[in-house]
């Protein structure tokens, strides 16, 4: 006996061309190929009751068989929109020393860098290395300089901040716009509309990170990733309590948590220090030696947290 309802399934693991094998399966065999989209096939299955016979072993034959579970399910992973698990902070921890708007306080523009050449050149290498050419990216909390790869083409480059003015002056942005995130945390770009989203040294202002981290998810394409580089270096009064309060090692792992509480992340990949390495030169000169030593002292330490959405691409 069929009952009239009916369910659709989305199966993208079957390609231009594949056969779906029904096994016997009355529910598989009573369906109706109604539409391709985007490499998926959309299949009609009708929501079958069984009779007594087609009962066998004291078993029905299930109208969504747990073959055909399998087959969809990896299609309705990626569909999921990023589900907060947990939350990570405690009210006290979002907390700033400064609650005034964030908005007034970037006001003005900063036309600076806020780490040494170093630390910069580390992460460009880490976007080279984890950003594949032609990609689309979201540049998140970003200013008026990018640091990703000169010399690779993207085929877009959003840019988001809080100050107009420094990102109006990032020749590599395609285009960008400005919101507060610990006001409103939703975005208006579209599911799978990215790549790669970055994060730059400001992911310690954040005091609704999972709110943005499920965005981030969201926004990213299955396979895409999102990279969060930091230092210890912070504006002191506009971070929060978690953030300020913490050590190195506790900062990595909050960031890490970030990742964790969101449904559908892969498990975060840690990187620290240098990424390229290079032969030391000899100083030709002592002055030249306390020099060096000085940039030696000066360093920002390096550590950015790496996830993908749903699986890390080989």
Request: with cysteine; proline share 6%.
């Amino acid at each position: 006996m069929v009952d009239s309802a009916t369910s659709s399934v989305a199966l993208r693991s079957l390609g231009e061309g594949s056969i779906l094998s029904t096994r016997g399966d009355p529910a598989l065999v009573q369906a109706l190929l109604i539409g391709r989209h985007e490499n998926s096939l959309l299949l009609v299955l009708p929501n079958i009751v069984p009779s007594k016979a087609e009962v066998y072993g004291g078993r029905a034959v299930a109208a969504r068989t747990t073959v055909l579970a399998r087959q969809a399910g990896r299609e309705e992973e990626q569909q999921r929109s990023g589900a907060i698990r947990r939350l990570v902070l405690s009210n006290e921890g979002r907390t700033k020393l400064d609650p005034s708007s964030d908005r007034s306080f970037y006001s003005f523009p900063r036309f600076v860098t806020h780490v040494y050449d170093a630390f910069l050149q580390t992460f460009t290498q880490l976007y080279r290395d984890r950003i594949p050419p032609n990609s689309e990216i979201l540049d998140l909390m970003s200013s008026w300089v990018s640091h990703l790869p000169p010399e690779i083409t993207y085929t877009r480059v959003i840019g988001h901040g809080l100050n107009a003015a420094e990102l109006a002056r990032n020749k590599r942005l395609d285009s960008f716009f400005v919101k507060d995130l610990n006001q409103d945390p939703i975005f208006e770009a579209a599911d799978g509309s990215f790549d790669a989203i970055i994060c730059t040294v400001s992911v310690q202002y954040l005091q609704k990170p999972e709110q943005v981290f499920a965005e981030i998810y969201r926004m990213l394409w299955p396979g895409g990733v999102c990279i969060v580089s930091f230092s210890n270096r912070m504006f002191y009064e506009k971070a929060i309590a978690a953030w300020r309060e913490g050590t190195v090692v506790s900062r990595i792992q909050l960031v890490v948590q970030y990742f964790q509480c969101i449904d559908g992340f892969t498990e975060p990949d840690v990187v620290r220090g240098n990424l390229h390495s290079t032969s030391p030169t000899k100083p030709s000169s002592p002055l030249d030696w306390l020099l060096n030593l000085f940039k030696a002292t000066q360093k920002d330490p390096f550590y950015a947290v790496v996830a993908y959405r749903n699986f890390k691409p080989i």
